[in-house]
T-cell receptor, first 110, second 111 residues
């Protein structure tokens, strides 16, 4: 069966500091990968998606970036965090019509 | 892009059947209807997915009328642990730009 991991589970960072969130998928190959952000009490906002190694599409312009160095690894980064970057970050993978989500990372920027 | 509309919140009691309806008037031909459950501080959990008519699995049923402009998630005999936010999603993960998440329905199950 497939599993998806995210780390860290929670993170508190000062404004202006860098960010690196990692997501890995096991049990499948060549998945589509996604990064979402969810603000408190809100729905999910798609940030990035990837259909293959090195292929990244951005949905929302911002100070975040994503990379896919390996088939089942997806990384969300920032060079300088803003207060507005606080939120719950979710990684997901899909094959065909359905997306499956990881446990999420709670990011608090102070 | 297919947008969905769901009730903001619902209340129920243990043992009752709960039906949550989602409207999606501009669903496209290749769109699927997928429902997710989310608990606080957890990732959404896939519940059920369908394209047309009725789909049933071990936790829920999904009813889709012929015009596919709406769908109803049916949860039989809910328990306190079913208290969560339920999202209706219309789209196709093979076409990433068409996935739009609404605010979901907050279901409270009371004893």
């Amino acid at each position: 069966s497939q599993t998806i991991h995210q780390w860290p589970a929670t993170l508190v960072q000062p404004v202006g500091s860098p960010l690196s969130l990692e997501c890995t998928v096991e049990g499948t190959s060549n998945p589509n990968l996604y990064w979402y952000r969810q603000a408190a009490g809100r729905g999910l906002q798609l940030l990035f998606y990837s259909v293959g190694i090195g292929q990244i599409s951005s949905e929302v312009p911002q100070n975040l970036s994503a990379s896919r160095p390996q088939d089942r690894q997806f990384i969300l980064s920032s060079k300088k965090l803003l207060l507005s970057d606080s939120g719950f970050y979710l990684c997901a993978w899909s094959r065909e019509e359905t997306q499956y989500f990881g446990p999420g990372t709670r990011l608090l920027v102070l | 892009l297919a947008k969905t509309t769901q009730p903001v919140s619902m209340d129920s009691y243990e043992g009752q059947e709960v039906n949550i309806t989602c409207s999606h008037n501009n669903i496209a031909t290749n769109d699927y209807i997928t429902w997710y459950q989310q608990f606080p501080s957890q990732g959404p959990r896939f519940i059920i997915q369908g394209y047309k008519t009725k789909v049933t699995n071990e936790v829920a049923s999904l009813f889709i009328p012929a015009d596919r402009k709406s769908s109803t998630l049916s949860l039989p005999r809910v328990s306190l642990s079913d208290t969560a936010v339920y999202y209706c999603l219309v789209g196709n993960a093979g076409n990433n730009r068409k996935l739009i998440w609404g605010l979901g329905t907050s279901l409270a199950v009371n004893p």
